[in-house]
């Protein structure tokens, strides 16, 4: 039973900058891959990014490569989403999850154990 919950995002102009986190509290958040969802109204879930739970091993969808980094702190038990350049196209609500499952696997998966309330990122052009 892990309990996530969201804070950051907002609204920013193309070509800014947002970070989220992920606060977990359960025992499990330890040895869980954590990761990122994104999903705009009327349009389906996607796959945003994941990591393992040393944080060594991380997984990105090819439409945020090189602009999101995904981090994991460990002492907090924290995760976070730090998004730069920043376009239209990732306005949506993000949710924080916890899953088993490696981070490869997550653009494959239909459920997931954890979820958290989600926080909207808003990108104006």
């Known amino acids: 039973q892990v309990q996530l919950v969201e804070s950051g995002g907002g609204l920013v102009q193309a070509g800014g900058s947002l970070r989220l986190s992920c606060a977990a509290s359960?025992?499990?958040?330890?040895?869980?891959?954590m990761g990122w969802f994104r999903q705009a109204p009327g349009k389906e879930r996607e796959f945003v990014a994941a990591?393992?739970?040393?944080?060594?091993?991380?997984y990105y969808a090819d439409s945020v490569k090189g602009r999101f980094t995904i981090s994991r702190d460990g002492a907090k038990n924290t995760m976070y989403l730090q998004m730069n350049n920043l376009k239209p196209e990732d306005t949506a609500d993000y949710y924080c999850?916890?899953?088993?499952?490696?981070?490869?696997?997550?653009?494959?998966?239909?459920?997931?154990?954890?979820w958290g309330q989600g926080r909207q990122v808003t990108v104006s052009s």
């Open positions: 359960g025992r499990a958040f330890s040895t869980d891959t």
């Open positions: 999850a916890a899953d088993y499952h490696s981070p490869a696997l997550w653009g494959t998966l239909d459920t997931l154990n954890s």
């Open positions: 990591i393992n739970w040393s944080g060594t091993n991380t």
